[in-house]
């Protein structure tokens, strides 16, 4: 699934609970969340929460 479109908007997307920018997870993000490391998801700024993207639309739902 092509997900560039993605990057066009990356800089508006924000965390909904901190409004902390987000950014792509990367492979230590997901291993820390237990998740795989080759899934594609935005993870807040801190890292400390991911946001999964579920048919090519990224998940943004507060907690």
Known sequence: MNLD???EFLPQ???P???QPLRWATPEDLQRHGRPAD???LARQDGTRLFEIDAGIPILLPK
């Open 17 to 19: 609970d901190t409004h």
């Open 39 to 41: 899934e594609k998801a």
């Open 13 to 15: 997307f924000r965390c």
């Open 5 to 7: 479109w993605i990057n």
